[in-house]
């Protein structure tokens, strides 16, 4: 426990240097830092449905906080690491995480699209993630214009 402290106690800091000032600023350092280091957090770009949805997942994972807490890093997310420039999820190298994220996934499903590439290869298609177990192929559809084949 100690050790844990103390490294959060030197890796906060640096990381504080990296966030925007403003209110939800120290509850999104102390969440999002208790599973993953908060370069991960600010590096996704959404909109406020997109920011809800990765707060909550988090919460389903564990992240520990107040309702109150939370909706001021939805808001702190939303406000200063907003979808405006959306990247394109380049869905043959893609982590799971930006799969769920940028395309809102679930993590099963994710799993299931970096499986099948893993297996057969890369997308040529948007009409090849038809053939993906276990894909909302809908729910992919719906952000096709996030799609990106390298």
């Not at 599973?35 to 600010?42: F, G, K, P, S, V």
Request: aromatic share 6%; hydrophobic share 40%; proline share 4%.
């Amino acid at each position: 426990m100690k050790l844990l402290v103390a490294c959060l106690s030197i890796a906060l800091p640096a990381a504080a240097q990296d966030l925007p000032d403003g209110v939800g600023k120290a509850e999104t350092m102390k969440i999002c830092s208790q599973c993953h280091e908060l370069a991960r957090a600010i590096s996704l770009r959404q909109d406020n449905a997109g920011w809800q949805t990765t707060v909550q997942k988090m919460v389903s994972l564990g992240a520990k906080g107040t309702p109150e807490e939370f909706s001021r890093v939805t808001d702190y997310l939303t406000a200063n690491f907003p979808a405006d420039a959306l990247p394109k999820i380049h869905i043959n190298s893609a982590r799971a995480i930006e799969l769920e994220s940028g395309l809102t996934l679930k993590h099963s499903e994710a799993m299931a699209l970096i499986a099948y590439r893993t297996k057969h290869g890369g997308f040529k298609s948007f009409d090849e993630l038809r053939n993906v177990p276990g894909l909302d192929f809908e729910r992919i559809a719906a952000k096709k214009d996030r799609v990106a084949f390298n």
